[in-house]
């Protein structure tokens, strides 16, 4: 009993300890994080914990070994049981030579928390602009001259994590990659200190990819609380202008298309919570040999929102909202003046309008679709690369069609009003994203609802982006959208979108 109330208050005084000290870490303390974890102790077992700096995905792992026999591989900030016994951990970045080791004894229900005595390291690469880059580089420790590896920066609006070395303390140096170690030029040094996360910015030039500048800067070194928040919002825009004459007159015409794209981001993120608001507003205007006037093309505003409870690694509760619309009138131009038939939503006629040259299908923000869903999300894969998750639960959507008339498949001049419709039932999510080489970003998001409480068939949306980055303003963008939903439209609609894009970073 002596012995159980002397262990009970040694573990306690650890934790209290620790709990007491401030740390730089984007991770929560070690005694907070093992109280997040949540793992009731194991009768006559010890308990090892490694606390995490950053993100359990993004750190190395570490081993527990007994007489040179593994027993457990477990991932920084997560538990390991053992036997009372002494055990050796290791962990770190670099190779086996590099990494360091811990010698530790283990009594029956003792819980330890291994002190960090080691250093964390972050190394974000950005240009002038500010933006992301997700160039590589290498790290030596000096003035040993130890390679430990090859590093790459990541582009954090994408959803990308930096990696986090785990390092002894000391000095190392950043080189570009392709430099010899004693360079003079396109390097950086770090001193790394015991107990500290460093979170290192390397600014280059976007064209010539050298060295800046670098160092810690002020929003890397910010309260935790809110470095755990990301914001930011970009403006595209890219303008056509053709002159030319075609194979049916020698005149010259001149056409002209401009798109202009906003879209801004949001995040939150910490092991627990997951929140995204993402918005984009799509418009595009254009004037043909015949035209007078620019006329829409593309009129388009999403906004995404989704929240996910971790309860377990991986495994969490989502609840999310999404809206779709348009900014302005949609208008369907006849090339000579026409009657114009509309019908109600019964097929009925209800009036014409007679000598027309173009009439309005929708009025400005309608339709309107909104989309609600809750239920189990899979975080399938997390890499510094590539990321993979799957919803599953039930899903809710209003399409509310305010004005809304679809054109007659074999005569545009009957148009017949849409009403609005309500859809429930069990939904399903595909989303994923892939890096693939420095600068080609691939994403795809499948979604799927099957409704009970209608006899509609399954209503998919699919939207699907190639993103191949030039330079640190210009990229060439390829959107691929499809979808199916027959209380908007009867067939199928596809969506394919071309740009060649000039961003401009807002914040």
């Not at 606390?51 to 538990?79: L, R, W």
């Not at 050796?88 to 811990?102: A, C, R, V």
């Not at 070194?221 to 930011?232: V, Y």
């Not at 595009?284 to 388009?300: E, I, V």
């Amino acid at each position: 009993m002596k012995k159980s109330a002397f262990l009970f208050l040694l573990t306690y005084s650890l934790c209290f300890a620790q709990n007491d000290k401030e740390y730089n870490w984007l991770a929560p303390s070690p005694g907070i994080q093992l109280d997040m974890e949540a793992e009731d102790d194991i009768k006559g077992l010890g308990r090892i914990f490694m606390p995490v700096m950053t993100n359990p995905d993004f750190e190395p792992v570490y081993t527990v070994s007994k007489a040179d026999s593994v027993i457990e591989v477990q991932k920084m900030g997560h538990s390991v049981w053992v036997r009372p016994g002494s055990y050796k951990i290791t962990f770190g970045s670099g190779t086996i030579d590099q990494l360091m080791h811990k010698e530790i004894q283990i009594r029956a229900e003792e819980t330890r928390i291994i002190e960090p005595d080691w250093s964390g390291l972050t190394v974000r690469i950005i240009d002038e602009t500010r933006d992301w880059l997700n160039e590589p580089y290498e790290l030596f420790r000096i003035p040993e001259i130890e390679a430990y590896g090859i590093g790459y920066g990541a582009d954090e609006q994408l959803g990308e994590n930096l990696q986090t070395w785990i390092l002894r303390p000391g000095l190392y140096k950043i080189v570009k990659l392709g430099e010899n170690v004693n360079t003079y030029v396109n390097f950086a040094t770090v001193r790394l200190l015991p107990g500290d996360l460093t979170q290192y910015t390397i600014v280059m030039d976007s064209e010539t990819k050298q060295f800046l500048g670098a160092g810690v800067l002020e929003f890397g070194t910010t309260n935790r609380k809110i470095k755990n928040w990301t914001i930011n919002s970009t403006l595209y825009g890219s303008f056509t202008l053709n002159h030319a004459n075609d194979l049916t007159s020698k005149e010259q015409k001149t056409s002209m298309a401009f798109v202009a794209q906003l879209d801004y981001n949001i995040r939150y993120s910490t092991p627990k919570h997951y929140f995204l608001s993402r918005g984009v507003a799509e418009e595009g205007w254009n004037m043909q040999k015949d035209q007078n006037t620019f006329r829409s093309f593309l009129d388009n505003i999403r906004i995404k929102n989704v929240y996910i409870y971790y309860f377990l690694p991986g495994i969490g509760a989502y609840g999310r909202l999404f809206a779709e619309t348009n900014l302005f009138d949609t208008k369907y131009y006849y090339d000579d003046s026409e009657d114009v038939y509309f019908y109600d939503e019964d097929g009925r006629l209800d009036h014409v309008r007679r000598y027309i040259r173009h009439v309005t299908l929708s009025p400005a923000f309608s339709p309107l679709e909104l989309k609600e869903g809750i239920g189990l999300n899979l975080r399938l894969i997390k890499s510094l690369r590539t990321n993979f998750n799957i919803r599953v639960g039930m899903g809710f959507r209003q399409n509310i069609n305010r004005d809304l008339f679809n054109q007659d498949e074999m005569d545009d001049t009957k148009l017949y009003r849409k009403p609005s419709a309500y859809l429930k039932g069990p939904e399903a999510s595909f989303i994923g994203n892939s890096r693939i080489f420095r600068n080609i970003m691939i994403t795809s998001e499948l979604d799927l609802l099957l409704p009970s409480n209608t006899n509609e068939e399954i209503v998919y949306d699919w939207e699907n982006n190639i993103n191949l980055r030039l330079s640190k303003n210009i990229s060439i963008d390829y959107t691929l959208r499809i979808k199916k939903d027959k209380t908007v439209i009867s067939y199928i609609q596809y969506e394919n979108i071309l740009l060649f894009r000039y961003s401009y970073l807002i914040f």
